[in-house]
């Protein structure tokens, strides 16, 4: 006899035993949103720095002095101004119009807040977006979409500038699991976690959350999670264990599964700003 999942809707797409057209369409909708609402998040983000820069040609243009940082390129993207030149029917004049490009993963600005030996940093994805640090003083830098190679970008140019933290908080692996290279994910890991130890005396590595994205991804996150939770003290790296934290607790992820809810993210602060506390 054949069943209808209408109420069922954990069930994935590739599940055997689905049936039922509709509910396989439901599924795939919801799907299909949950993708939807992570760019738009990452999409916010990038907004928030094209209206900055554009407040700060606006304040240019009017002759008032400006003083800003400008964002350091990395590999990923060029940031550079390019000139275009816009020809018109009829004059021989030209006009020059100024496009600029964002890159969304540059490094930290020169913020009034940042102090650069006394503060912690915490650098990772957008599963620190909301992460919030009073105690000790803790510099978050989100970086949307971002693997550990442009974590590992953004902390080069960072070391370029001289920068020490008192502790430094890494966290990646939820975008890098999506490639299929356990390996080069590891070793990219590695790598990262080597540079800021030369920036910090204390590395942490931040753990994976158990991403209800999926049995693949799950899985792929959970030996992840495994060999990091070995690697990490046998190399001197701290690490924090978010799995057991997060594990069988649904309502501590957004609807794409992925991503830490308003709670989720109070718990992953209380993680952190603990091992900053305790890690030496």
């Not at 080597?194 to 792929?220: Q, W």
């Not at 992840?224 to 046998?234: A, E, F, I, T, V």
């Not at 309502?251 to 890690?279: E, F, I, Q, T, Y």
Request: proline share 5%; with cysteine.
């Amino acid at each position: 006899m054949h069943l209808c999942h209408m109420y069922s809707l954990s069930i994935s797409v590739g599940d055997e035993g689905f049936t039922c057209d509709k509910c396989r369409e439901i599924v795939r909708l919801t799907e299909k949103i949950s993708e939807l609402e992570t760019r738009i998040q990452t999409l916010i983000e990038d907004s928030k720095n094209v209206r900055a820069l554009d407040t700060a040609l606006d304040a240019s243009s009017s002759g008032s002095p400006v003083h800003c940082s400008v964002p350091v390129t990395v590999p990923l993207q060029q940031g550079n101004w390019v000139t275009v030149r816009r020809h018109s029917r009829g004059s021989k004049h030209h006009s020059s119009v100024p496009i600029k490009t964002l890159n969304r993963f540059s490094p930290l600005s020169d913020a009034p807040t940042e102090k650069p030996g006394e503060s912690a940093l915490v650098i990772g994805d957008s599963i620190v977006r909301n992460v919030k640090i009073e105690t000790p003083a803790t510099i978050v830098q989100c970086l949307p979409g971002a693997r550990a190679p442009d974590i590992l970008a953004n902390l080069k140019v960072l070391a370029n500038a001289k920068r020490k933290y008192s502790k430094i908080v890494i966290h990646a692996g939820a975008n890098d699991v999506r490639l299929r290279q356990s390996e080069i994910t590891k070793n990219k890991i590695k790598e990262v976690c080597e540079l800021a130890s030369m920036m910090s005396d204390t590395v942490i590595c931040s753990g994976p959350l158990p991403a209800y994205h999926g049995d693949e991804m799950h899985s792929r996150l959970s030996s992840l999670n495994g060999w990091m939770s070995k690697w990490c003290p046998q190399n001197n790296i701290g690490f924090i264990d978010n799995w057991t934290s997060f594990c069988g607790r649904p309502d501590l992820l957004k609807r794409d599964g992925l991503h830490p809810s308003w709670g989720g993210a109070a718990l992953l602060s209380r993680n952190m700003a603990h091992s900053l506390r305790v890690c030496t």
